[in-house]
């Protein structure tokens, strides 16, 4: 399994605890056996209890390096933004560097997902489903939507064509007031909380149509200038060939719930 993690968050959710040298996900709060985690190493031990053969690769900022390695040894590669562009630019600046740093076929399927869901083993096993059904090539992107909890505002939603475990996605919509997230869920909706996978040419190309670059390094040194983008609106949102699956096991976010 290819996992990329995303780790660019600011540090204000849980300030003053956390700031932006010591990011949210590197403080260490939550009792495993008789000693303490961080949110990354939690992640990335449950990553691993799904797949110990995983190649994960976290893409985030030059402040957070250090932590990353103090806290993951070298078990990890890291990808780093130059600058913050937002989550497309940082999807891409990893897939190239997957590509030509690490030397991953453009055939391979990655998955992608936030350094900071509050979940168990559960999520990650269905992570590693999600990779299975991109690489069964049925759609270009396959997306991972939550079975909601409540109403949410804090969170986009997909309204799935239907209401098996797979389905294509029907419409994107963003976050709303909880009456009007009601009414989406009513409809068979559910959070879009930014975990898919996809075959790794697919968003090399992508990457290709929104920049002009010839591999990782050249993509480096121009990252300043990508426009700041999210991945939602510049891929997911127009891409026709899509599917969703539906995850329904205990979801929450770190910062958002504790």
Not at 60 to 81: F, M, P, R
Request: proline residues 5%; neutral net charge; hydrophobic residues 35%.
């Amino acid at each position: 399994m290819n996992v990329i993690l995303l780790s660019g968050g600011s540090g204000k959710r849980l300030w003053p605890l956390s700031n932006e040298v010591r990011s949210k996900q590197f403080i260490r709060l939550f009792k495993n056996g008789s000693q303490y985690e961080s949110m990354v190493q939690r992640v990335f031990r449950q990553i691993r209890t799904v797949d110990s053969n995983v190649r994960v690769t976290i893409a985030t900022s030059k402040s957070q390096v250090s932590a990353i390695k103090n806290q993951l040894g070298e078990d990890v590669s890291i990808c780093v933004e130059p600058s913050r562009r937002d989550t497309f630019p940082a999807i891409v600046l990893a897939a190239t560097y997957l590509r030509d740093e690490l030397g991953i076929n453009e055939n391979e399927c990655v998955a992608v997902c936030p350094v900071d869901p509050y979940v168990d083993v559960t999520y990650y096993e269905a992570v590693e489903k999600l990779q299975c059904l991109a690489e069964q090539g049925n759609t270009n992107l396959t997306l991972m939507g939550i079975e909601p909890a409540y109403p949410s505002e804090k969170y986009g939603y997909i309204i799935p064509e239907n209401t098996d475990e797979v389905s294509p996605v029907k419409a994107f919509k963003e976050k709303p007031d909880p009456k009007t997230a009601q009414r989406y869920i009513e409809q068979g909706a559910l959070w879009n909380a930014g975990v898919f996978a996809f075959r790794l040419g697919y968003l090399l190309e992508k990457a290709h149509a929104a920049a002009n670059f010839a591999d990782y390094r050249e993509l480096f040194a121009k990252y300043d200038i990508l426009p700041k983008n999210s991945f939602d609106y510049a891929v997911a949102e127009k891409e026709t060939s899509i599917q969703v699956m539906r995850y329904s096991g205990a979801y929450g976010q770190f910062g958002y719930y504790i």
